[in-house]
């Protein structure tokens, strides 16, 4: 009785309706997920290898596995509505101990396996507690909750072989193939999860609110280039340092280029895409939903890391007095920024050609100046270097911004008359609160 009286207390689970926006919960819980993108970025800075780039991005992928089944949930039901967020909570700090734990996920086996184990065990309560949220919020919905049962396996494969990789390499002898047997694991776990999303169809699947989607997954994009702004101030040691002539142009190239980044996906692709989930229905808007945002966005964010790591490294030889601003680069930091663009662009690429069915030649072409320049970037110094990629990113969307002119208007009038429509109803359902008239939960 006492749970059904807690339940009572706080309220029951609210379900998703088409028009529902992100709440301010879903951005509080999107905290840890700054937390987990900027210790990967840290720790894979520390020390750039191939290795220790192969397990970011696994790391990585299995972090964005965990957010892709969080969204699969939030699809369904507020997360900040009535008990849910107390489960949430739960859920939260289940997944900032398994990020606070991914340094050491990959940490040699002779030392134990006390932080391979954490990030198993966080990975199991994260997926627990959004597996019985879900099944809650679909329990009068047979064939949605045959559907999420289905992934139990999975769950069940992935968690057994998370743990095997933090337990077996500290029985081999041999460090190398004790590496490789984790290493192996890892990728076995990240196949299984990404293979399963796509085995499983999207029959039994709804997408209720095209909107909450599309919101949830921009901001959490906009998050991974917010960090790439803090990994810049906070790794090129730019924070608590005396201000040099150095170190003002780099942070504005920074800045400028991520923004112009930032405006790539955001000032046409997005909003585009946004309204063909918005007109596809049924199984289409699911297959759209899952290929575009919950798996597309994944090398886009990997692009963000890759390109804030190499970025902060150009900073640090920017600014170091030993060096200054005519040092070359070092290392694989004009390769890991020039590349971690193209990976963030060519993927937006494919993001545009999976929603709105359209390949632009200025993407092709800036994917083949990139290319081209990257070479040219690792013989410059490290500012002229940072100074050419941001160029290249400002005239890009320059020359889209003139070239596509009339679509960006016309695109540009639906959404501002679809947000007008949206104000004029808020304000006309608000003015009652004027006029004494008290508002009901069904209007």
Same mark, same amino acid.
């Given at each position: 009785?006492?749970?059904?009286?807690?339940?009572?207390?706080?309220?029951?689970?609210?379900?998703?309706a088409?028009?529902?926006r992100?709440?301010?919960?879903?951005?509080?819980? /999107?905290?840890v997920?700054?937390?987990?993108?900027?210790?990967?970025?840290?720790?894979?800075?520390? &020390?750039v290898?191939?290795?220790?780039?192969?397990?970011?991005?696994?790391?990585?992928?299995?972090?964005?596995?965990?957010?892709?089944?969080?969204?699969?949930?939030?699809?369904?039901?507020?997360?900040?509505?009535?008990?849910v967020?107390?489960?949430?909570?739960?859920?939260?700090?289940?997944?900032?101990?398994?990020? @606070?734990?991914?340094?050491?996920?990959?940490?040699?086996?002779?030392? %134990? %396996? =006390?932080?391979?184990?954490?990030?198993?065990?966080?990975?199991?309560?994260?997926?627990?507690?959004?597996? @019985?949220?879900?099944?809650?919020?679909?329990?009068?919905?047979? &064939?949605?909750?045959?559907k999420?049962?289905?992934?139990?396996?999975?769950m069940?494969?992935?968690? +057994?072989?998370?743990?095997?990789?933090?337990?077996?390499? #500290?029985?081999? /002898?041999?460090?190398?193939?004790?590496?490789?047997?984790?290493d192996g694991?890892?990728?076995?776990?990240?196949?299984?999860?990404?293979?399963?999303?796509l085995?499983?169809?999207?029959?039994?699947?709804?997408?209720?609110?095209?909107?909450?989607?599309?919101?949830?997954?921009?901001l959490i994009?906009?998050?991974?280039?917010?960090?790439?702004?803090?990994?810049v101030?906070?790794?090129? &040691?730019?924070l608590?340092?005396?201000?040099?002539? #150095? =170190?003002?142009?780099?942070?504005?190239?920074?800045?400028?280029?991520?923004?112009?980044?930032?405006?790539?996906?955001?000032?046409?692709?997005?909003?585009?895409?946004?309204?063909?989930?918005?007109?596809?229905?049924?199984g289409?808007?699911v297959?759209?939903?899952?290929?575009?945002?919950?798996?597309?966005?994944?090398?886009?964010?990997?692009?963000?890391?890759?390109?804030?790591?190499?970025?902060?490294?150009?900073?640090?030889?920017?600014? /170091?007095?030993?060096?200054?601003?005519?040092?070359?680069?070092? %290392?694989?930091? +004009?390769?890991?920024?020039?590349?971690?663009?193209?990976?963030?662009?060519?993927?937006?690429?494919?993001?545009?050609?999976?929603?709105?069915?359209?390949?632009?030649?200025?993407?092709?072409?800036?994917? +083949?100046?990139?290319?081209v320049?990257?070479?040219?970037g690792?013989?410059?110094?490290?500012?002229?270097?940072?100074?050419?990629?941001?160029?290249?990113?400002?005239?890009?969307?320059?020359?889209?911004?003139?070239?596509?002119?009339?679509?960006?208007?016309?695109?540009?009038?639906?959404?501002?008359?679809?947000?007008?429509?949206?104000?004029?109803?808020?304000?006309?359902?608000?003015?009652?609160?004027?006029?004494?008239?008290?508002?009901?939960?069904?209007?």
């Amino acid at each position: 009785m006492g749970r059904y009286r807690w339940r009572g207390t706080l309220g029951p689970a609210v379900p998703i309706a088409p028009g529902t926006r992100a709440d301010k919960f879903e951005l509080f819980f /999107d905290l840890v997920f700054v937390v987990s993108f900027f210790i990967i970025t840290r720790a894979t800075a520390a &020390n750039v290898t191939p290795r220790e780039l192969l397990h970011a991005l696994l790391v990585l992928a299995v972090l964005w596995w965990c957010w892709v089944v969080h969204s699969v949930v939030a699809s369904r039901v507020r997360l900040g509505e009535g008990f849910v967020p107390v489960a949430m909570v739960l859920g939260m700090a289940a997944l900032f101990t398994f990020a @606070l734990a991914l340094p050491q996920a990959f940490e040699d086996p002779q030392h %134990g %396996g =006390a932080g391979p184990m954490l990030v198993a065990a966080s990975y199991v309560a994260i997926r627990l507690v959004h597996l @019985l949220l879900y099944l809650h919020a679909v329990r009068g919905k047979a &064939n949605s909750r045959r559907k999420m049962l289905q992934f139990l396996p999975e769950m069940a494969i992935t968690t +057994v072989l998370l743990i095997v990789a933090a337990v077996l390499p #500290q029985h081999l /002898d041999d460090p190398g193939l004790a590496a490789l047997v984790r290493d192996g694991l890892w990728v076995a776990v990240v196949v299984i999860q990404y293979g399963s999303g796509l085995l499983a169809g999207t029959w039994g699947w709804e997408l209720p609110s095209a909107e909450h989607w599309t919101e949830r997954y921009d901001l959490i994009l906009i998050i991974a280039l917010g960090e790439s702004v803090i990994s810049v101030g906070v790794g090129g &040691n730019l924070l608590g340092k005396p201000v040099t002539w #150095q =170190a003002i142009p780099a942070a504005m190239l920074g800045i400028i280029f991520t923004a112009a980044l930032w405006w790539a996906h955001f000032d046409f692709v997005g909003p585009a895409a946004r309204i063909a989930l918005h007109a596809a229905r049924d199984g289409p808007r699911v297959a759209m939903a899952r290929d575009a945002y919950a798996y597309l966005y994944l090398p886009m964010i990997a692009g963000v890391i890759l390109f804030a790591i190499g970025a902060e490294e150009l900073i640090r030889v920017i600014t /170091d007095p030993a060096g200054g601003v005519g040092e070359p680069a070092h %290392g694989p930091a +004009v390769p890991m920024l020039f590349g971690g663009v193209m990976l963030y662009l060519a993927a937006d690429l494919a993001f545009q050609l999976r929603t709105l069915r359209t390949v632009t030649w200025t993407r092709i072409g800036v994917l +083949v100046v990139l290319a081209v320049a990257l070479p040219i970037g690792g013989e410059l110094p490290a500012l002229a270097a940072l100074a050419l990629l941001t160029a290249i990113c400002v005239a890009l969307v320059t020359i889209e911004a003139v070239v596509f002119a009339d679509s960006r208007r016309a695109l540009r009038a639906v959404i501002l008359e679809e947000k007008t429509a949206h104000e004029a109803h808020e304000v006309a359902w608000r003015a009652r609160w004027h006029e004494g008239e008290p508002p009901t939960a069904m209007d």
